[in-house]
């Protein structure tokens, strides 16, 4: 692989370039071609490595137990998030180091806005998930295989050595559920620990909780999909169930991994004030008023492509509910230039961090406090 002889900021990356891109954004074939000839992609993956987290049933079945599905997967077939296989009896992940996305991110696009604001990441996702929201907006990598899509080969120690190279201090694992190339993120995670590179997640929380609990000593910050807040809604939207997603966020919280949560909007779905309300409620009651909630504006995509953009109107409104719930830090997402975008201290109600779109452009927080009136601000600063 091809890696500069000194590093160089990515300002300045750029700049050498001549490229101007977009919120900050490298694309996938701009950043596959910039790293040489080892980076090339082939369509498929590289070789099966061995599963964690399941067990041998009779008949050359295995169960898989590392997410609530725990599919039993007869010889020769694939768990439901089509990126484990059973082969003769022993199950296997067809994606460790055999990413199809790999890019540089604001870490504001994950979106986590407590945690190293106006930094970067270096995101990356694999082939397949273990849900199947109609509103998926990745659903052509969420909902293939890893023999659909175009992979390029790094290893944990080549991801780790782009991060150190490009000055990202923190590897994203996003775009489709991590919990689906859980062998390969943790590889990577613990090898970034040891390189002083922080770990984030953006997550649909669908993990059991022995995989989850050894994951979380090597993750700092989480952005967790709470996409409802009804049984009936996530059965009929995204094919899984509330309950484990809710474990999921309290397991977090509890072990002091820094929490967001992202609620997507959704039209004559997930839009009442009364779901809303609740979901509040148990934000507030479970976790706490701390937690930035991030409400998100839904655009029509995949199989929901008969509903209208959420109204912006409906997000203040939901925002309104979670202000009048007591939550602290509300924000409004996909609506570029909107105040609810920023950061506001609780106290003096005076801009913390300054937003547009993913550009921070000023941040008033100074050793975890308000620049202002010295409040205590939440989040992962440094």
Same mark, same amino acid.
């Given at each position: 692989m091809f890696f500069l002889e000194q590093p160089i900021t990515r300002r300045q990356f750029l700049k050498g370039l001549g490229i101007i891109t977009l919120g900050g954004l490298f694309s996938k074939e701009i950043f596959k071609n910039l790293m040489a000839k080892e980076l090339e992609t082939t369509t498929g993956f590289i070789k099966p490595s061995p599963a964690l987290y399941y067990?041998?049933?009779?008949?050359?079945?295995?169960?898989?137990?590392?997410?609530? &599905?725990?599919? %039993? %997967?007869?010889a020769d077939n694939k768990g439901f998030c089509r990126s484990r296989k059973n082969i003769n009896g022993d199950y296997y992940t067809l994606v460790h180091s055999n990413p199809c996305v790999v890019h540089?991110?604001?870490?504001?696009? @994950?979106?986590? *806005?407590? *945690?190293?604001? =106006?930094?970067?990441?270096l995101s990356l996702a694999t082939a397949g998930?273990? *849900?199947?929201?109609? #509103?998926?907006? #990745?659903?052509?990598?969420?909902?293939?295989?890893?023999?659909?899509?175009?992979?390029?080969?790094?290893?944990?120690?080549?991801? %780790?050595?782009?991060?150190?190279q490009y000055q990202t201090p923190t590897i994203a694992y996003t775009y489709t559920e991590p919990s689906i190339f859980f062998e390969y993120m943790l590889d990577i995670a613990k090898l970034a620990h040891k390189n002083g590179i922080s770990n984030i997640y953006?997550? #649909?929380?669908?993990? $059991?909780?022995? !995989?989850?609990?050894?994951?979380? !000593?090597?993750?700092?910050?989480?952005?967790?999909?709470? @996409? =409802?807040?009804?049984?009936?809604?996530?059965?009929?939207?995204?094919?899984?169930t509330l309950a484990p997603v809710l474990n999921t966020l309290k397991t977090l919280k509890k072990n002091g991994v820094w929490l967001e949560i992202t609620n997507l909007v959704i039209p004559t779905k $997930?839009?009442?004030?009364?779901?809303?309300?609740?979901?509040?409620?148990?934000?507030?009651?479970?976790?706490?008023?701390?937690?930035?909630?991030? *409400?998100? &504006?839904?655009? !029509?995509?995949? @199989?929901?492509?008969?509903?209208?953009?959420? !109204?912006?109107?409906?997000?203040?409104?939901?925002?309104?509910i979670a202000r009048k719930t007591k939550l602290l830090y509300i924000y409004i997402g996909n609506v570029p230039g909107i105040k609810e975008e920023s950061t506001y201290c609780p106290k003096c109600k005076k801009i913390l961090i300054e937003r547009k779109g993913y550009d921070v452009r000023q941040i008033n927080i100074i050793d975890g406090k308000c620049k202002f009136c010295k409040q205590n601000i939440p989040g992962h600063w440094k």
């Open positions: 067990k041998k049933m009779d008949g050359k079945k295995v169960q898989c137990l590392l997410c609530p &599905r725990e599919c %039993v %997967v007869p540089i991110d604001p870490i504001e696009k @994950k979106p986590l *806005f407590h *945690f190293l604001p =106006g930094t970067t990441a998930c273990n *849900f199947t929201c109609k #509103n998926c907006q #990745n659903w052509d990598i969420s909902q293939a295989s890893p023999e659909q899509t175009d992979n390029i080969e790094i290893s944990p120690q080549k991801m %780790v050595k782009l991060a150190v953006h997550s #649909n929380g669908y993990l $059991n909780q022995k !995989p989850l609990e050894e994951l979380i !000593p090597y993750l700092d910050g989480a952005n967790v999909d709470l @996409k =409802g807040f009804s049984e009936d809604f996530y059965k009929d939207i995204t094919g899984g $997930n839009d009442t004030e009364k779901m809303i309300k609740d979901m509040c409620e148990w934000i507030k009651n479970e976790l706490g008023c701390e937690v930035p909630v991030h *409400f998100s &504006r839904f655009y !029509p995509q995949y @199989k929901l492509q008969n509903l209208s953009p959420t !109204p912006i109107e409906t997000l203040q409104k939901a925002a309104k």
